[in-house]
């Protein structure tokens, strides 16, 4: 092919030309469309070329029914093919139709009837098409005629270009194109055409024979620059769903911000390492010291953009955190010098790789994408060859020019170091460096990473578990404290669970009305489905807050701590469980580092734990613990006397909502032996439910009766209480509940819960009615104990209890970091 225009047309196509590329994202739907056409109009000059991708999700499309005809050929069973063929006509077409009108709907309509006829054909087995990249290249000519007669019908002057007439290409695993006959190509076509606006099918090129190839997943990038160096443009514009190239991926981290300029060792190196940004290849064909691209948002216009291109002497820094979520690696014998050097001469680069002499391995870590390439490769060169391939890997890595005398270096470094760690290294120009971790990757550890290097205000999620009294008391409490909790880090409430639905928002809930809210949007869920899941909700911290009297939930503590949630509770039931099971929670929450807090479950707001805490850490040995634990059997024995009937108390105290629904959890002191055991544990002491003499105020034949009839039965407790009262009263004393531990002098622990003689004038035998009370004795108050009471129920004072234990964890969290 010979060149058809002149040196001044080529050198005003040069200056005057730019390259514009939008991708599937920006060209989902008809609005889409139109927003894209209104960009074209007003960002690009009259000449300018426009690159596309195919619409929306077309490609993925396309790739679907070649498989489900595959499928069909073995099974017999067309009917998937025909359905997915089906919906893409109906979307290709209802694009048309929502889009153009009159004589250039009509048309396009025509065209794209005769294409599916064709695939229809296809698919019936009456015209073959062996070539995939020819049906996948359907996807990008549709949206370059459909986008160019929309200018059109909009009354500017546009074409469209098939890329299969001239950039031409030799088949390859990454074609190779031929620039020069490729450029002349273009120019003919384009260069007499000044004024008008050509759209040009992304990702597609042709062999010499007219045979279509593609330039990979993601290709058009690639295309646009192609398209540009062709005609030496000086600038490329990528408009994406992203106002450029950010400092992590947005859709996976928090309080991203974006790059207004990266070099082009940063940005090669950014789209090598496998981020979705940009393709590997964009930067390829590039004339680095003429060419600008830029990456900007066809959303949001007026936002921010990304310039890459020829930056001398910038300052080093880390700029961009990226991840890979499956790696693979390929373990090579050091000795196999033959692999090794073929691994070295090999086009597609390892993300890193390394010798281990001692052992004779040479590793090659690859994005998971690549592996089926790497097999084959390795396969096709000698099928007994040495090397062993590792799954199971991720990567995080740190781009920057002169990365190593970066900030952010060592921050990295350490902050990788504390993960499970495998490989960590430089890659060759310094540009970036790279971990390899033997673990999964979450969000969460993203969102941490990123703003530990980009020092931005960390942040916690707080899911709620528990939606009754102290839940309500507690967001009433949250949204009244908000700001003051905010100024310490970026708190916000992502989910309010009850046993059955979820309210689930990872960007933050509302919470004006959060009751009504929650009937309308909350939704059924399994918790142990939702746990795993939470990793990914993008906060640095996350905490859940157990806010119930569950069983099932307190069971899942291990499961939450593993996801790297933090807990605070004020349900009893895991702080109380059995030795093995507590033993259990404990050694996972040490070993994923996560925080627990639960000051609310013994004396609700009381400030026990800081009493005991304090002392402990200033010194001190506590020695025992007595009291009255229960504002139920307080408030039981305050009431009781010779006048009254136990019976009439209890019956009382139910209706009252000051014992538990079926007050046999109150009488039998399950409640009580909790708190003990939960104080026990808390000063470091080893106790369980059998090594606790308990005194049960509930006769065993009244235990496994149903409610109804126990709250008949009631009055049988009467005669023993009345005894139990009379037999105190001989030395001037009254009976009431206590719990008590103390450490003896084997270093023992004796604990107990049952009735004790107090006499009159006692304090415990004079506490307001539903008062707590607890007496310390340690080494320092032996003579006289120290003494805290109040009420230790309520749920104000809960709700407070519970707030306390977040501002701990705050301040726990912002000293971490
Ligand atoms: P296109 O519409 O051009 O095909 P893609 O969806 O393939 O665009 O790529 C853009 C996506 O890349 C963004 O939506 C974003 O989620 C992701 N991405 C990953 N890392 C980054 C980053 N560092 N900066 C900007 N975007 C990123
Ligand atoms: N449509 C092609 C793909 O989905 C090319 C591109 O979008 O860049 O891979
Ligand atoms: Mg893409």
Redesign the pocket.
């Known amino acids: 092919m010979k060149l058809a225009v002149s040196d001044a047309q080529i050198e005003a196509v040069a200056e005057q030309v730019q390259v514009h590329?939008f991708?599937?994202?920006?060209l989902a739907d008809a609005y889409c469309y139109r927003r894209v056409a209104r960009i074209v109009t007003e960002y690009a000059g009259a000449s300018d070329l426009v690159v596309v991708?195919a619409a929306g999700d077309t490609t993925n499309r396309i790739l679907a029914i070649i498989d489900a005809k595959h499928e069909g050929e073995q099974t017999g069973d067309f009917g998937m093919a025909e359905v997915l063929l089906k919906q893409l006509e109906k979307y290709q077409k209802g694009l048309i139709t929502e889009l153009l009108s009159g004589d250039h709907q009509q048309r396009l309509l025509a065209l794209s009837d005769a294409d599916f006829c064709r695939w229809w054909d296809w698919l019936a087995g009456n015209e073959v098409i062996d070539n995939r990249p020819e049906l996948l290249s359907y996807g990008e000519l549709w949206s370059a005629r459909l986008l160019a007669t929309l200018l059109l019908q909009q009354g500017m002057q546009a074409d469209f270009i098939d890329a299969r007439s001239f950039l031409i290409a030799d088949d390859a695993p990454e074609p190779l194109i031929r620039t020069d006959i490729s450029r002349i190509g273009l120019l003919n076509r384009i260069a007499p055409h000044a004024g008008t606006r050509f759209i040009v099918t992304g990702f597609i090129c042709s062999d010499p024979d007219g045979r279509s190839l593609i330039l990979g997943r993601?290709g058009?990038?690639y295309s646009a620059t192609l398209v540009g160096s062709l005609i030496d443009a000086k600038q490329v514009t990528?408009w994406?769903?992203?106002a450029?190239?950010?400092?992590?991926?947005?859709?996976k981290v928090e309080r991203?911000v974006s790059l207004p300029i990266l070099d082009w060792h940063e940005a090669e190196e950014?789209a090598r390492l496998g981020?979705?940004?940009l393709h590997p290849r964009t930067f390829q064909p590039v004339d680095r010291e003429r060419m600008v691209i830029a990456v900007r948002s066809s959303l949001k216009v007026e936002n921010q953009q990304t310039r890459i291109g020829q930056y001398e002497d910038v300052e080093p820094s880390g700029k961009?955190l990226?991840a890979l979520t499956e790696v693979v690696l390929f373990r090579v014998d050091l000795r196999d010098a033959k692999l090794i050097d073929a691994f070295e001469e090999l086009e597609l680069t390892p993300l890193i790789s390394w010798n281990e002499v001692e052992h004779h391995h040479a590793y090659y870590a690859y994005h998971q994408n690549h592996a089926e390439f790497m097999t084959r490769w390795l396969s096709e060169r000698d099928s007994k060859h040495s090397a062993v391939q590792l799954p199971g890997y991720s990567m995080l890595a740190l781009v920057g020019n002169r990365i190593q005398e970066s900030e952010q270096y060592s921050v990295f470094k350490q902050e990788v170091g504390e993960q499970a760690l495998r490989r960590l290294a430089l890659v060759p120009d310094n540009s970036a460096v790279v971990a390899i971790l033997e673990q999964k990757l979450d969000n969460r550890l993203l969102n941490r990473i990123h703003s530990q290097l980009f020092n931005h205000r960390r942040s916690l999620g707080v899911l709620v578990v528990g939606r009754g009294n102290i839940g309500s008391a507690w967001l009433a409490l949250y949204r009244r404290l908000r700001e003051r909790i905010n100024e310490q880090m970026d708190v916000r409430i992502i989910g309010i669970l009850n046993s059955t639905d979820m309210w689930l928002d990872y960007n933050g809930l509302e919470l004006n009305d959060w009751q009504e809210q929650f009937e309308r949007l909350a939704r059924p869920y399994e918790m142990s489905q939702l746990i795993p899941e939470l990793p990914n909700a993008p906060y640095d911290e996350l905490v859940m807050l157990d806010l119930t009297d569950a069983m099932p939930v307190a069971q899942l503590y291990p499961s939450f701590f593993a996801n790297g949630l933090h807990i605070i509770s004020a349900n009893k039931r895991a702080g109380a469980s059995n030795e093995s099971q507590y033993n259990e929670i404990r050694t996972i929450q040490q070993e994923y580092q996560r925080e627990w807090y639960y000051n609310t479950t013994v004396g609700a707001g009381l400030p026990l734990n800081y009493a005991l805490n304090d002392l402990r850490n200033s010194g001190d040995t506590i020695r025992s613990i007595s009291g009255i634990f229960s504002g139920t059997m307080s408030w039981l024995f305050e009431n009781f006397n010779s006048q009254v009937k136990f019976s009439d108390l209890v019956r009382e105290a139910k209706a009252r909502g000051l014992s538990e629904p079926d007050p046999r959890e109150d009488l039998s002191c399950q409640d009580i032996i909790r708190k003990l055991l939960i104080l026990a544990r808390e000063i470091g002491l080893r106790l369980d439910w059998k090594d606790i003499d308990v005194d049960s105020l509930l006769p065993e034949h009244l235990a496994d009766i149903p409610l109804d009839e126990f709250m008949q039965r009631l009055p049988e407790l009467d005669d023993g209480m009345q005894d139990l009262y009379q037999d105190a009263q001989k030395n001037g004393n009254v009976p009431r509940l206590l719990a008590s531990f103390a450490v003896q002098d084997d270093d023992t622990v004796r604990a107990r819960v049952g009735i004790e003689y107090i006499p009159e004038g006692d304090m415990l035998a004079n506490l307001i009615p539903g008062e707590n009370i607890f007496v310390i004795y340690t080494d320092w108050y032996q003579e006289m104990p120290l003494v805290i009471s109040g009420p230790g129920a309520g749920k104000e004072v809960t709700a407070g209890g519970v707030q306390s234990d977040l501002n701990q964890l705050l301040s726990r969290l912002n000293k971490r970091s």
């Open positions: 590329k991708g599937g994202s920006s991708s993601n058009s990038d990528i994406k769903d992203v450029g190239v950010y400092s992590a991926d947005p859709r991203v950014l981020s979705p940004v961009v990226t």
